[in-house]
């Protein structure tokens, strides 16, 4: 089945001019036989955590205010996920993303794990899939994608896909290239793990208060990139991907996941091994826990300066410390 991912521009809080962006990918999608578009976190409005008056954009997913809202993207043929502020009966906030097919919404994700400290959006609580033609597939929002068990429970209940809408929008202080690395990193193991793939889509560019570098991407069963979005560019990345289950997945082997992230940053020397790939999911991988405190070692690793596939030429056996 063919996928997408848009990397659309980060717009202005509060801005639905993203629709008629969407709309535009939408017709791309068509043209080309693509199944399934997945758009950024937030995409509708921006990030509540962000806005003066987050409920001012949030939209009521309880009724049919959401189906009127996407409404213009409504399509025979693609269906699109679209990450959005929904907001409940009794005013709580989510960070959502709707499955929207043939100009209904056919279903809802929301976030489990809305911010690292404090949000104005409510956790959600479920893990569902959904299915659409041979494809049965799981959403993760962002952060959720460097916990391992929401995308290991969605694989268990048949999912060959998941789609992550992201939404990397930072203070300029805390924004980088080194995000869409991390994120990358993310995609793999959730992949390799799950033998699943990935299809991320991001938010990229800059506005007064924010920038993101933009981390789409597209990532196969074995953790290939098959697609991957430039810096600060908007665009559309497009591959094809399996809709049939390949089975368990073989168990991690740690050394050769950290090898992974090394040689993916290698030629750089300014940094310990280490920091290059302190992703959650990373640690997850390696050790069960995605706790970044504690002091751990895996040993025939430096924590060196040297970064590439083995020991530096001349070292002898030592440890990484994490």
């Not at 597939?137 to 391992?148: L, N, P």
């Not at 805390?174 to 990358?184: D, N």
């Not at 991957?228 to 368990?248: C, D, F, N, V």
Request: glycine share 10%; charged share 20%; with cysteine.
């Amino acid at each position: 089945m063919k996928v997408a991912a848009y990397q659309a521009p980060l717009l202005a809080s509060g801005s639905m001019e993203a629709i008629a962006l969407i709309r535009e990918q939408v017709d791309r999608c068509e043209a080309v036989g693509v199944e399934i578009l997945c758009c950024p976190e937030g995409v509708l409005g921006g990030l509540a955590d962000y806005a003066l008056h987050p409920a001012a954009f949030a939209i009521d997913a309880g009724g049919d205010e959401l189906d009127r809202v996407l409404a213009p993207l409504a399509s025979h043929t693609v269906t699109t996920i679209v990450g959005f502020t929904e907001i409940d009966r009794v005013g709580r906030l989510y960070n959502s993303a709707a499955v929207f097919r043939r100009g209904s919404v056919a279903g809802l994700y929301r976030k489990l794990h809305p911010a690292i400290n404090r949000s104005v959006y409510s956790a959600g609580d479920g893990m569902p899939v959904f299915t659409v033609g041979e494809l049965t597939f799981g959403i993760v929002i962002c952060r959720d994608s460097t916990f391992a068990e929401p995308a290991r429970t969605m694989a268990s209940r048949g999912a060959t896909a998941l789609f992550v809408p992201t939404n990397n929008g930072l203070p300029p202080g805390r924004a980088g290239p080194e995000i869409a690395a991390e994120a990358r990193n993310d995609d793999v193991a959730r992949a390799t793990e799950n033998r699943v793939s990935v299809i991320r889509a991001d938010v990229t560019g800059r506005t007064a208060e924010l920038v993101s570098w933009g981390s789409s991407g597209i990532v196969d069963p074995d953790g290939q990139v098959l697609a991957s979005a430039r810096p600060l560019t908007t665009g559309l990345l497009i591959a094809e991907i399996e809709t049939t289950p390949r089975g368990p997945a073989e168990p991690i082997d740690g050394l050769a996941a950290l090898e992974r992230c090394l040689t993916q940053r290698r030629g750089d020397t300014e940094r310990t091994a280490w920091p290059l790939c302190a992703s959650a999911s990373l640690r997850e991988t390696l050790f069960g826990t995605s706790r970044g405190d504690g002091r751990r070692l895996l040993p025939g690793w430096r924590a060196a300066r040297h970064v590439g596939p083995g020991p530096a030429a001349g070292a002898r056996r030592s440890h990484l410390f994490l």
